[in-house]
């Protein structure tokens, strides 16, 4: 059993892997990006979806790929030398230090069936440890954010 009293402000703070403003620089690109993620995703939600199945017998809209090659455009103008897992594209640049993770849209059997449960998911770690992260909802108009020893909102 995990014992709680193991975790909290003091222990996250501990594995924080760069300055507070450094990760706040990266929650703020984080969320810049989530907003033109959900621009994407709610135009999609709101028409007819163009759908594909990936090798792995998965489904994968074209939303999902417009939304996660836009992230990955972004980190790669402002953070060339940060690595990227996505999974619509997988990885690049997994030497790197900091690694962005992008999920463009969890929940694409919601999003295809037109249901509201779906969102993107953005985060970034440095040297193994997530430093700041995104969980945007944009059908249900709420985001969840955080950064390391620095809260969630």
Not at 100 to 110: A, K
């Amino acid at each position: 059993m995990i014992q709680t009293d193991e975790y909290g402000p003091a222990w996250s703070a501990g594995l924080r892997r760069g300055s507070p403003d450094e990760l706040a620089t990266w929650l703020r690109f984080a969320n810049a990006a989530a907003d033109e993620a959900d621009r994407i995703a709610l135009a999609a939600f709101e028409s007819e979806l163009l759908i594909d199945q990936k090798a792995d017998g998965s489904f994968v809209t074209q939303a999902d790929r417009q939304i996660e090659q836009l992230i990955r455009e972004r980190i790669a103008d402002t953070y060339p030398s940060h690595g990227v897992v996505g999974e619509e594209y997988g990885r690049e640049g997994m030497t790197a230090a900091e690694r962005w993770y992008v999920d463009p849209i969890d929940g694409t059997h919601n999003f295809m069936r037109g249901v509201p449960l779906f969102g993107t998911l953005i985060a970034v770690e440095r040297d193994g440890e997530i430093q700041a992260g995104v969980a945007s909802a944009p059908a249900l108009g709420r985001r969840w954010f955080a950064s390391r020893g620095s809260g969630t909102w």
